[in-house]
């Protein structure tokens, strides 16, 4: 119920019942089960769309710890809470933290996916993504081009992904002092 109530924009609502779902797992769960750990990151995730990033900040923690204890590093749902705490540490302008977490995540991704997964290449996306945020264009730049190439190729040129990684191709592009690139990248 309270991620349906959060769907529909339901915030406070949400977190009421996440914040009492939490508290009555943990009473009958424990602090490790599969469904108690969904919730955390749900309620995170909440957190996070409501601005309280350093309330999400501890969940996400907790989440990806006792995931890395009990699935591994290599298991999805660990690699969702990865891209989880290092999207909100991005947010909170935590950078330098946030890099190894996703750089983490795309090594993983291509272990264990492949390098034309969809994970995967949302993950380059994302440490492109960071590397432009930090200033490493010329970094980035052969990651997005990998990135896109590989979402063309898998999921086609309409995709939201492929679009999404047209578009941060263009946002570097325009960065580099490209315009006339990223205007066509556009086209």
Do not use: W
Not at 44 to 54: F, I, N, V
């Amino acid at each position: 119920m309270a991620s349906l109530l959060m769907k529909m924009g339901e915030l406070q609502e949400a977190r009421l019942l996440f914040e009492e779902g939490l508290r009555v797992m943990r009473e009958t769960l424990g602090d490790r089960h599969p469904t108690m750990l969904d919730t955390i990151n749900n309620m995170a995730l909440l957190l996070t769309e409501m601005g309280e990033l350093h309330e999400a900040r501890p969940l996400f923690e907790e989440g990806l710890r006792v995931k890395r204890e009990t699935l591994g590093d290599r298991h999805l749902d660990t690699l969702i809470l990865i891209k989880n705490m290092a999207t909100l540490l991005t947010e909170m302008g935590e950078l330098q933290e946030a890099r190894p977490l996703f750089e983490e995540g795309l090594r993983v991704c291509r272990e264990t996916l492949g390098d034309r997964h969809p994970h995967t290449l949302e993950s380059i996306n994302n440490v492109a993504y960071l590397l432009m945020e930090m200033g490493e264009l010329q970094e980035a730049r052969p990651l997005l081009k990998e990135g896109l190439r590989g979402s063309r190729e898998t999921l086609g040129d309409r995709h939201p992904s492929t679009l999404k990684l047209i578009h941060n191709m263009a946002r570097l592009l325009k960065k580099m002092g490209k315009l006339q690139e990223a205007r066509l990248m556009l086209e």
